[in-house]
Antibody
């Protein structure tokens, strides 16, 4: 079955760190760009990180310098290291796949999401 | 960053209704516009990509169109499973950005 499964979410204090993982199965992981998208409790969707098949990485200004995306193709896994977390980072974090269409980031497969809550 | 403005933020419809949702980009994005459906408690699901192209497996009652910086998602005949929230997303430039969503509710 083609799927993405996130893990590693939970409660973390402000200023703390958390690492999310995403396990991919059912497709050739190393041929796809992979991304993280988060959704706040208000329902807003925000793209937070992307990584290409060659390991090139992309971030919006809101997380640049705090979040690091990485991949381990041998394990069909995607990661998101999140540091210096604040309440504004509280959200459900989705792992998402981008089909190999050059220059067009649309997300054709999503995981079920991992809830990250930043609170003291 | 490119701002995506969706309208309306919510609408009520009956089964069989024709429904239209609009998304406006703050600048030209060519046809780099994608639509997603999110049912309650579930992850978003891709419906339309590149403004008009139907994702595999998506019913043909869904369609997308564009006119300049205005994009439209149309559901030709609303079905019970279509009651959900719909989001647009631009993929023209980094960062990718989403609209605020349109909740389609049962009248």
């Amino acid at each position: 079955e083609v799927q993405l499964v996130e893990s590693g979410g939970g409660l973390v204090q402000p200023g703390g760190s958390l690492r999310l993982s995403c396990a991919a199965s059912g497709f050739t992981f190393n041929t796809y760009d992979m991304h993280w998208v988060r959704q706040t409790t208000g329902g807003n969707l925000e793209w937070v990180a992307g990584i290409g098949t060659a390991g090139d990485t992309y971030y919006p200004d809101s997380v640049k310098g705090r979040f690091t995306i990485s991949r381990e193709n041998a394990k069909n896994s995607l990661y998101l290291q999140m540091n210096s977390l604040s309440a504004g980072d509280t959200a459900v974090y989705y792992c998402a796949r981008v089909p190999p269409e050059i220059g067009n980031w649309y997300f054709d497969l999503w995981g079920r999401g991992a809830l990250v809550t930043v609170s003291s | 960053d490119i701002q995506m403005t969706q309208s309306p933020s919510s609408l009520s419809g009956s089964v069989g209704d024709r429904v239209t949702i609009t998304c406006r980009a703050s600048q030209s994005i060519s046809a780099y516009l994608n639509w997603y459906q999110q049912r309650s408690g579930k992850a978003p699901k891709l419906l339309i990509y590149a403004a008009t192209r139907l994702q595999s497996g998506v019913p043909s009652r869904f369609s997308g169109s564009l006119s300049g910086t205005d994009f439209t998602l149309t559901i030709s005949s609303l079905q019970p499973e279509d009651f959900a929230t719909y989001y647009c997303q631009q993929s023209y430039s980094v960062p990718a950005t989403f609209g605020g969503g349109t909740k389609v509710e049962i009248k």
